[in-house]
């Protein structure tokens, strides 16, 4: 089955060499997808994996025409060149973590994959990324947009944005001081 041009949303976060890594994974976006739109970077606190360090999370989007399960199987095998083992599980940190949340308007099982992403929903390190810099865009299978999404959700979870470079350019920057905490 072709795809056809598809917009494809993917979550990345890294707990180990996070720099580095999330460098990384841009560069091989780029490379093998072309143009990128790119959320701010957010250092979060780990969820489900204890003593590691505070996770770096982003959101990323671009149109390609790659079937899921080939995208997924790309995905891994940068994952894997990391040095993520598949045997660790998922409550071990991670160089890299690469999760496809969408693909275009597809919903359920595709490929092994399961479209959307539930932690669309229910994690702010993907959420607030994705209301940020993809607000206007709707989830498939609710029908509203990022944003709206994003100005409902309950959820605690520590998440700041912080200044990160890529390429000599800053993709991201801290939020001025406020005293909005409800997110933070």
């Known amino acids: 089955m072709t795809a056809g041009r598809r917009r494809v949303l993917l979550g990345i976060g890294s707990n180990l060499q996070r720099e580095y890594h999330i460098a990384l994974a841009l560069d091989a976006l780029a490379h093998t997808y072309g143009e990128l739109d790119i959320s701010r970077v957010f250092e979060s606190e780990p969820v489900g994996v204890e003593g590691a360090n505070n996770f770096y999370n982003l959101v990323v989007g671009f149109y390609s025409d790659i079937e899921v399960g080939a995208l997924s199987q790309w995905a891994k095998q940068l994952e894997v060149a990391t040095g993520r083992r598949p045997e660790d ?96």
Request: charge should be negative.
């Open 89 to 184: 599980g998922r409550a071990a940190p991670k160089h890299l973590d690469i999760d496809l949340l969408c693909v275009g308007d597809l919903r359920g099982v595709v490929s092994g994959i399961t479209l959307p992403r539930d932690e669309i929903l229910t994690s702010a390190f993907v959420l607030r990324p994705l209301a940020e810099s993809f607000g206007s865009e709707l989830h498939p299978v609710s029908g509203l947009s990022y944003a709206e999404l994003w100005r409902s959700f309950q959820a605690a979870q520590q998440l700041w944005p912080i200044h990160f470079d890529w390429k000599g350019i800053a993709i991201s920057r801290p939020d001025a001081p406020s005293t909005d905490k409800r997110h933070s």
